[in-house]
């Protein structure tokens, strides 16, 4: 053979096992590429199985969502500046829960009598049973408390003065605020207003700095050492989509939507069919009309030294407890509109404001009417629940939009606004959703 025709040959043998290599490289892709995995059957079609009818759902599931009212001379200028220059998708299709309201019981009374008790009152001593609401006052320290005959919702209230006083003669100071935090948790856990299904994380307890104004009335204090209480706030939380470690193709669900949702799910461990199985839940913040506020929240301040209540009371203030109980199991699914819908609503000025101050502003104090020139949405949508100071059938989620808001007078602030997520055009009767397909589990024979 001449070095020509090696030459040659050599070519044509390259050509192929470049070719060889190039059929086997498709063939393993085929095989080993990882199929696309759907979620479960409920979050791909809705089943909108809370009630049996739409119709049924329609009427029950009515959102009424004040808004903090501007200036009518707003010129309010909508424009989108999110990194990415559009706005973000979310799931189509989420968890709806349905609230377990229940009627007033027999034992209302004993009920809040125990409570009233626990929070320091003396409890045979109730000085009014109106319609609603038991009463209860405390003329030493200065405290009243009003409970709810029906649900045990409740406020205690310490008039002002009064801890102005305890201030301004005894001194002391204010805890910090993990101290606070935790004595706050402590005095709903003795007063058995926390059960053991309302665990609060870390990330679920704010805290707002309070200032008593020369009116008496509570202003937002900038730092501790210039507050004179501190507000505890707890938020809760529920899941929106929730994903069992036992399905086919689970990971791969868990990855897709955590990069969706732009964050980590939790992480719960169940027996199901006498198996240990991991529950990953993608969670929503409970909010409400306002969104600085919170359903529960407990004022601590400096110990009154003087007192004689017990020695986790002497440090508290004031108490604003509203809880409605939901079901721990969402009763459907229900469609979304897209974010991008929504966005041209709340454009077109349909959004609900819930926050609007300037920089760091007083969002203790009444709110006050701004003239706003221009709304800038500067982050990706979120999806929240909403729930109301009332009764209401059902927990339904909203569209966040947030950003930094530019009035009138050149100064910036910042504004959160909502928007109904439901799809409420396209509701359907209940359906039964297929079972998600699970994993064999593996038999051994000896």
Not at 16 to 41: E, T
Not at 276 to 298: C, E, G, M, R, Y
Request: proline share 5%; hydrophobic share 35%; net charge neutral.
């Amino acid at each position: 053979m001449t070095l020509t025709e090696a030459s040659f040959w050599t070519r044509r043998f390259g050509v192929i096992a470049l070719v060889a290599i190039f059929i086997v490289g498709v063939v393993l892709s085929i095989l080993f590429w990882p199929k696309k995995v759907k979620p479960p059957d409920e979050y791909l079609t809705p089943n909108y199985a809370c009630t049996e009818t739409k119709e049924e759902f329609l009427k029950r599931a009515v959102l009424e969502i004040p808004s903090l009212e501007i200036d009518p001379a707003s010129e309010a200028i909508f424009t989108l500046n999110t990194d990415t220059g559009k706005v973000n998708t979310l799931p189509s299709v989420i968890n709806v829960y349905e609230y377990n309201l229940k009627k007033q019981s027999t034992s209302a009374l004993s009920d809040a009598q125990h409570i009233a008790g626990k929070l320091g009152f003396e409890k045979e001593k109730m000085v009014s049973d109106e319609k609603d609401f038991y009463i209860w006052r405390d003329p030493v320290n200065k405290r009243r408390l009003t409970i709810n005959k029906k649900n045990m919702n409740l406020k205690l209230e310490t008039d002002t003065q009064q801890i102005r006083s305890i201030f301004n003669t005894q001194g002391g100071s204010l805890p910090d605020d993990q101290t606070a935090k935790n004595r706050a948790q402590s005095i709903l856990r003795t007063s058995g207003l926390l059960d053991d299904n309302m665990n609060f994380a870390e990330d679920d307890i704010g805290i707002t700095y309070i200032k008593i104004g020369s009116d008496g009335k509570f202003k937002k204090s900038s730092s501790l050492s210039q507050a004179d209480l501190i507000r505890v706030n707890f938020r809760r939380e529920k899941s929106m989509i929730t994903i069992s470690s036992n399905l086919i193709g689970a990971p791969e669900m868990i990855k897709e939507m955590t990069r969706t949702v732009g964050k980590e799910p939790t992480k719960t461990t169940t027996t199901l069919n006498n198996k240990k199985v991991d529950i990953f839940t993608f969670d929503a913040t409970v909010v409400l009309p306002k969104l600085q506020d919170s359903n529960i929240s407990v004022y601590i301040g400096p110990e009154n030294k003087e007192s004689q209540l017990s020695s986790n009371l002497r440090s508290l203030y004031q108490i604003d407890f509203t809880h409605w109980p939901i079901f721990p199991d969402s009763c459907g699914t229900y469609p979304l509109i897209t974010t991008q819908a929504a966005l041209d609503k709340v454009m077109a000025g349909e959004g609900k404001i819930a926050y609007l101050y300037e920089k760091d502003g007083d969002f203790v104090s009444e709110y006050m009417q701004k003239n706003v020139k221009k709304f800038m949405i500067t982050q990706n949508v979120k999806i929240v629940y909403y729930e109301t100071p009332q009764e209401q059938d059902f927990l339904l989620p909203l569209y966040l939009f947030s950003g930094e808001a530019e009035f009138a007078d050149g100064m910036k602030g910042d504004f959160d606004i909502y928007y109904p997520a439901i799809d409420f055009n396209n509701i359907q009767n209940k359906r039964v959703s297929k079972p998600a397909p699970e994993k064999e589990e593996k038999s051994t024979f000896f």
